[in-house]
């Protein structure tokens, strides 16, 4: 790479020793991520894994992609990048749990108007600190530096992860009926859906100074609040799928409750949730009070304090949630199966 220079590429604005120079940075991140499976580095053409199929007679690979969306607003405003790429993780390892695998291998692609190396390094350390929390592998990625197509302080951050389960144990929601309960994990305030209203209700594009406002009900500035990054359910809920049946998993994401949750449900099965029962961070009261937001509009955009949901047997819901709290998620009952559909909100 020492002679890897092109006058004429930097003089259109691409510098591709800054790459290298990002790339230098960032292995140190990535060597944390490192799992058995992983074959060579950094470097090649394609991400090497060798998947263990110990306990798997009939391995599926189940694949997820997703990005960070207009949160990242966020972190430009901030100058505040080591955290959004735990949310770039979190988007794309939770969807492949709701199919009950175990996600192994995660792959990043960030596209910026100009490639500053520490930059890129920050956030490739966010990335590999969701796949540290994630359990899998950050085993390649892309940086691609385009002048002219995002400014030259923006970028986008999008991944990509690979699970595997084995077939008898994809999820299957056949025997779902009514009585059966559903369980939350708290979520770690608004993750990384609906940025775009967020932004709006707030004002932050017009007057982004609001984002250092300390708020008391907070605890902490508007912008540390926004950034928080999305949580990562992988272990906690993989320690439950070992130990119980299972019946559905529904990670809350754009959409909210009203699109999220029928996901995981049996035709014929409707969600009840008493409202009294959510645990919702005062986020999104803020927000809502910011934005003269409808009720339903909050439910149908945001987590409302529930960023996974778990649908069992009741009389395996006690135990689910021990060792969901045993993990480190203090989950609880938020509602029950019905017969009907969709979500009820009592």
Known sequence: MEKSFSASYAAAGVDITAGYRAVELMKQHVARTITPGVLGGLGGFGGLFEIDCTGMPHPVL??????????????FAMDKHDTVGIDGVAMCVNDVLCAGAKPLIFLDYIACGKNVPERIAALVAGVAEGCVQAGCALVGGETAE??????????????????????SRILDNSGMQAGDAVIALPSSGLHSNGFSLVRRAFGIDEHPEVLGRYEAELGCTLGEALLTPTKIYVKPVLAVLDRLPVKGISHITGGGFYENIPRCLKAGCAAKIQKSDLRTPPIFRLLQAAGGIPERDMFNTYNMGAGMVLVTAPEHAAQAVEILRAGGEDAWIMGEVVPGEGVILC
């Open 62 to 75: 189940v694949s997820g992609t997703d990005g960070v969306g207009t949160k990242l607003k966020v972190a």
């Open 146 to 167: 385009m002048p002219g197509f995002y400014p030259e302080n923006e970028y986008d951050l999008a991944g990509f992860t690979v699970g595997a389960v084995d077939k």
